[in-house]
């Protein structure tokens, strides 16, 4: 892995969702509105930082494109992605913070799209390791549901694409701030697909997001004990994270054997993220790179990345940079210009051994 394949589109971009203090409704004494969380601003600096930073000369960039509806309904139910063309098309809100206007099918497809031709590169042998920097994120989307910004599950999708084109055994890192609820639904009672996510405590959320993200939320039938849930307490902060990767995800991951190591690369467990509070910094998700490289070293040399959230424009592109600078062993590239909160990483330990009691009945290696 002397570098990585970016992946994008364009019309990921085309996604408009608007401004104001969405989860509150309607504040007419704002003078000037936030805008949506999840807008294209969020990916332009991403897309910036990687076109025009020290690591520029290590990226290599490809074109995306649209998923077709047959490719979508390989996970998604087809009235579900019916029904989503047609809400775009009319502009419509799923929920208030989760919502579609003129233009955002065109950059669902082309996020799904995008994520599944990063996904054929590493499949094909013409790439070690593929980032799709895709947007709207899919992680919260299941089989009929839109949830959490998300309409199609771009993760999942490509990792039902690898299962398709023969790969036995996938595992799915998701180190986004939220549960990875879709994800977890649309492989629970499967065992060929292993699904890891660590996440913010935040329960459900409502007919949308039923899933609660705790520990004993394993998987079902053939899928029990397939799915982890690393429910993690507000401000756990690097060594958290990382103890939580070393005592239970990577062990299972090597009980497990994949062909193929896939991470849902979200980046707002960042220390200034709107919708986390985990206050990682750059060093935290440069180690996080680190360890997800070691892993597809260990199995095969393949490392798929797709993008889900990351929400402070600034913070979440730095973050970005960081955890790609962890996957190409290049150490500290760009100084971290702002972060300063204490790295407690005993704050973890309970929700660790939550996750290991839930799982040992499983697995040895977490006995």
Same mark, same amino acid.
């Given at each position: 892995?002397?570098?990585?394949?970016?992946?994008?589109?364009?019309?990921?971009?085309?996604?408009?969702?608007?401004?104001?203090?969405?989860?509150a409704?309607?504040?007419?004494?704002?003078e000037?509105?936030?805008?949506h969380?999840?807008?294209?601003?969020?990916?332009r600096?991403?897309?910036?930082?990687?076109?025009?930073g020290?690591?520029?000369?290590?990226?290599?960039?490809?074109?995306?494109?649209? /998923?077709?509806?047959?490719? !979508?309904? =390989?996970?998604? @139910? %087809?009235?579900?992605?019916?029904?989503?063309?047609? #809400?775009? &098309?009319?502009?419509?809100e799923?929920?208030r913070?989760?919502?579609?206007?003129p233009?955002?099918?065109?950059?669902?497809? /082309?996020?799904?799209?995008? !994520?599944? =031709?990063?996904? @054929? %590169?590493v499949?094909?042998?013409t790439?070690?390791c #593929?980032? &799709?920097l895709?947007?709207?994120?899919?992680?919260?989307?299941?089989?009929?549901?839109?949830?959490?910004?998300?309409?199609l599950?771009?993760?999942?999708l !490509?990792?039902?694409?690898?299962?398709?084109?023969g790969v036995?055994?996938v595992?799915?890192?998701?180190?986004?701030?939220?549960?990875?609820?879709?994800?977890?639904?649309?492989?629970?009672?499967?065992?060929?697909?292993?699904?890891?996510?660590?996440h913010?405590?935040?329960?459900?959320?409502?007919?949308s997001h039923?899933?609660?993200?705790?520990?004993?939320?394993?998987g079902?039938?053939?899928?029990?004990?397939?799915?982890?849930?690393?429910?993690?307490?507000?401000?756990?902060g690097?060594?958290?994270?990382?103890?939580?990767?070393?005592?239970?995800?990577?062990?299972?991951?090597h009980?497990?054997?994949?062909?193929?190591?896939?991470?849902?690369?979200?980046?707002?467990?960042?220390?200034?993220?709107?919708n986390?509070?985990?206050?990682?910094?750059?060093?935290?998700?440069?180690?996080?790179?680190?360890?997800?490289r070691?892993?597809?070293?260990?199995?095969?040399?393949?490392?798929?990345?797709?993008?889900?959230?990351?929400?402070?424009?600034?913070y979440?592109?730095?973050c970005?940079?960081?955890?790609l600078?962890?996957?190409?062993?290049?150490?500290?590239?760009?100084?971290?210009?702002?972060?300063?909160?204490?790295?407690?990483?005993?704050?973890?330990?309970?929700?660790?051994?939550?996750?290991?009691?839930?799982?040992?009945r499983y697995w040895?290696?977490?006995?």
């Amino acid at each position: 892995m002397d570098r990585i394949d970016v992946f994008w589109h364009e019309d990921v971009l085309r996604h408009d969702t608007g401004e104001g203090v969405f989860d509150a409704g309607a504040q007419d004494w704002l003078e000037v509105p936030e805008l949506h969380a999840e807008n294209a601003e969020r990916v332009r600096n991403m897309r910036g930082i990687l076109r025009g930073g020290p690591l520029a000369d290590r990226l290599r960039w490809h074109e995306g494109r649209h /998923a077709t509806v047959e490719e !979508a309904t =390989t996970l998604h @139910d %087809a009235d579900y992605v019916a029904e989503l063309e047609r #809400a775009c &098309a009319e502009g419509r809100e799923f929920s208030r913070t989760t919502l579609v206007a003129p233009g955002s099918w065109e950059a669902v497809l /082309a996020a799904a799209g995008t !994520a599944l =031709t990063a996904a @054929d %590169a590493v499949l094909d042998g013409t790439s070690a390791c #593929a980032y &799709a920097l895709v947007r709207p994120p899919g992680h919260h989307a299941s089989q009929r549901t839109a949830d959490g910004y998300c309409f199609l599950n771009n993760t999942a999708l !490509a990792a039902e694409r690898a299962r398709r084109r023969g790969v036995q055994r996938v595992a799915i890192l998701d180190w986004d701030v939220h549960h990875g609820n879709g994800t977890q639904t649309l492989f629970a009672g499967r065992a060929d697909v292993l699904t890891v996510s660590f996440h913010m405590r935040h329960r459900s959320w409502g007919a949308s997001h039923p899933e609660t993200g705790a520990a004993d939320e394993v998987g079902t039938g053939e899928g029990e004990g397939y799915n982890v849930n690393l429910e993690l307490p507000l401000g756990t902060g690097n060594g958290g994270y990382l103890a939580a990767w070393d005592r239970v995800a990577e062990p299972l991951v090597h009980a497990f054997e994949p062909e193929l190591v896939i991470i849902a690369s979200g980046q707002d467990a960042n220390q200034y993220d709107p919708n986390g509070r985990q206050s990682l910094d750059m060093a935290g998700f440069r180690a996080l790179g680190e360890r997800a490289r070691a892993l597809a070293d260990r199995y095969g040399g393949r490392l798929l990345m797709v993008q889900e959230g990351g929400y402070s424009r600034t913070y979440s592109a730095l973050c970005l940079h960081a955890s790609l600078e962890g996957v190409l062993g290049t150490g500290s590239l760009l100084d971290d210009p702002i972060a300063f909160l204490p790295d407690e990483p005993e704050r973890a330990d309970a929700a660790i051994e939550a996750t290991r009691a839930s799982l040992g009945r499983y697995w040895d290696v977490l006995r």
